[in-house]
């Protein structure tokens, strides 16, 4: 096989590679669902949930005595302040969507968007 012929072959590969790449980032924006609630997590046991349709600040305090602070505001939800030492929580966007979560690895936080339906059972989980 010649040189060119393999370049060219290489060229068509990451083409195609690249328009699926883009066609799947195109479905999952589309299908984005807006979350409702935004569960908080300590230690893998749910220990508090907030409407994402309720602006709040709460402290969520940790048994090892860490504090997170958490806002929604207009439809999103973040961490303001976190006495952890890396504070990568903090510097994390701000999120709404379903599935989206917000970490604190120090203090084993984690805040997950969700859906819920009527009933007050959870609806949706992506």
């Known amino acids: 096989m010649s040189n060119k ?9 990451a083409v195609i590679v690249i328009a699926i790449a883009a066609t799947g980032l195109l479905l999952l924006n589309i299908f984005k669902t807006e979350g409702a609630v935004a569960i908080v997590k300590i230690d893998g046991k749910e220990t508090a949930s907030y409407p994402l349709s309720v602006n709040t600040e709460v402290v969520i305090e940790t048994g090892d005595s ?50 819920y339906n009527s009933d007050n059972e959870l609806d949706v989980v992506i």
């Not at 709404?96 to 120090?106: D, K």
């Open 5 to 13: 012929r393999k370049i060219k072959n290489d060229i068509i590969l």
């Open 66 to 115: 860490g504090k997170n602070t958490l806002v929604i505001e207009d439809g999103k939800a973040f961490v303001k302040n976190a006495t952890c030492p890396d504070k990568i929580c903090e510097g994390h966007s701000k999120i709404s969507y379903v599935g989206e979560t917000i970490v604190c690895l120090p203090h084993k936080v984690v805040i997950e968007i969700v859906v």
